[in-house]
């Protein structure tokens, strides 16, 4: 196989070096790539066009990634090691950055300038956008750091500040001439013009990033500029996109996990030997029971008991685990939900029902269920000590508890008398943590304290989350 300038064997090429290199660094960050996929990626640059960086980038992806969930990692990972250009990479000058008298740049030029280009879907038009965006980091996203030249997207946005152009590139859209008030207000040019100032910020964050990594090295700038796969994002510190990222994997997850159980069920429910059976099977053989038979299994599905802390520090990590374990609840007999912050009360009725939509179920829960009493802060103790008063006799010996929430009691009495008797009445007792493990105990934590009691489990994302469930819950 050549290179793309067909003159020398493409194993000895720097452009392989690269793309292990960058194979490389997707596996250290999670995503799985096989050998087979690497020579295919290899075999692909054979006829793609390498001068069409989108082409590229494409064939990339679909011979490497095997998950569209990672797309996002991996376009932040693909656009460090290829980047567009190397060098200033200012483009032709665009007169909206013309300096004035006094070298400063016309901010209103420069914003109706955007909003043409922005509102043009022409090739060429598209073209000059990532143009305009080198300039636009070049000219009002750079400053002096104490390491020399520097360069911000947010500076670069918040000075041009596109999201107010949206109305006005929608009116353009919409082919009118801006008199009407009314022009461009149909949501679906609202939509477009959003879309496209979206754009014009990846196009922003890609530039700002191509000239930090040349500036600072590919290594540094990956500490910040990629972000963590979905099922690596920690459940404490995600912000809402990353929550929507991780809401994402839920349903893979739980069908994975569904398939793991059913399977390990199957393993696990052989039956008991059937001596009557096995005795008359062996007068074949003189009355050595070489063939054991068994009796016909009748295995039943357990109960789950889930009692989560649903207070603001841990409320993420709770509706994931829920919505979890909601979409495994067929591996169950019954699956019951009890919630709390400083008093337990049940929420099953919350999750019944097949079209059941997270979301509200949540809200309605808060809402309406009897969860605070006291000072409206975490208190363990005294839900436990509620549970095993009120609801004790939802818990039996053919099922399991599992606990939800990060151990900090705020400095109240954990109560662990109350947690003894719950766990010594069902089967299997296991809590999950949201908190790294070395956090317990640190502040009003008394996680180590409870983990005495009752095996607790760290669980700071999707992929330990999808770990702790199928070792853990009874089959």
């Not at 064939?59 to 990634?65: I, N, R, V, W």
């Not at 946005?157 to 353009?172: R, V």
């Not at 006291?374 to 099922?399: E, I, K, P, Q, V």
């Amino acid at each position: 196989m050549n290179t793309p300038t067909g003159n020398a064997p493409i194993a000895s090429s720097p452009f392989i070096t690269q793309l292990t290199g960058f194979v490389d660094d997707l596996r250290g960050r999670g995503i799985v790539v096989g050998p087979a996929n690497l020579i295919d990626a290899g075999q692909a640059t054979s006829v793609l066009d390498l001068l069409d960086r989108n082409s590229f980038r494409e064939g990339m992806a679909c011979t490497l990634l095997h998950d569209n969930g990672h797309r996002r990692v991996f376009d932040a990972v693909f656009d460090l090691w290829f980047p567009l250009g190397m060098g200033e990479r200012s483009g032709d000058q665009d007169d909206a950055f013309a300096l004035d008298a006094d070298g400063n740049v016309d901010i209103e030029a420069v914003r109706e300038r955007l909003a043409e280009l922005l509102a043009d879907d022409s090739a060429e038009a598209q073209a000059e956008l990532a143009a305009f965006a080198a300039m636009a980091v070049a000219q009002l996203g750079s400053y002096r750091s104490s390491r020399g030249p520097a360069f911000s997207t947010y500076q670069a946005m918040s000075t041009i500040n596109p999201q107010t152009l949206i109305a006005q590139i929608a009116a353009a859209m919409a082919g009118s001439s801006g008199d009407d008030d009314r022009s461009g207000t149909e949501p679906v040019f609202r939509r477009a013009a959003a879309d496209r100032v979206r754009q014009f910020r990846s196009l922003i964050e890609s530039e700002t990033k191509r000239r930090m990594a040349q500036r600072n090295g590919r290594e540094q700038v990956s500490q910040y500029a990629v972000p963590n796969l979905p099922e690596r994002v920690n459940f404490l510190s995600a912000g809402a996109a990353d929550l929507a990222e991780v809401r994402r994997t839920i349903a893979p997850l739980a069908r994975l996990l569904a398939a793991r159980l059913e399977v390990r069920r199957r393993r696990a429910h052989r039956g008991s030997i059937d001596v009557r059976k096995t005795l008359r099977a062996s007068m074949s053989t003189g009355g050595v029971p070489i063939d054991l038979v068994r009796r016909k299994p009748r295995p039943g599905r357990p109960e789950l008991v889930v009692l989560c802390d649903v207070s603001g520090s841990v409320a993420g990590f709770s509706q994931f685990t829920l919505q979890l374990v909601y979409a495994l609840r067929q591996q169950f007999s019954k699956v019951r939900v009890f919630a709390f912050v400083d008093t337990v009360d049940e929420v099953t009725e919350f999750f019944d029902g097949p079209d059941l939509d997270f979301t509200t179920a949540v809200r309605e829960m808060l809402s309406e269920a009897r969860l605070i009493t006291r000072d409206g802060h975490s208190d363990y103790g005294n839900a436990f000590s509620g549970f095993a008063s009120d609801h004790l006799d939802a818990l039996t010996r053919r099922g399991a508890l599992l606990i939800l929430g990060d151990g900090r009691n705020n400095y109240h009495d954990p109560k662990l008398g109350a947690l003894t008797e719950m766990v010594d009445s069902t089967r299997h007792a296991y809590w999950l943590n949201p908190e790294a493990a070395r956090n317990w105990d640190t502040g009003d934590s008394v996680a180590s304290t409870y983990a005495g009691v009752i095996d607790m489990h760290e669980c700071r994302n999707a992929t330990q989350l999808g770990k702790v469930i199928a070792n853990l819950l009874p089959v």
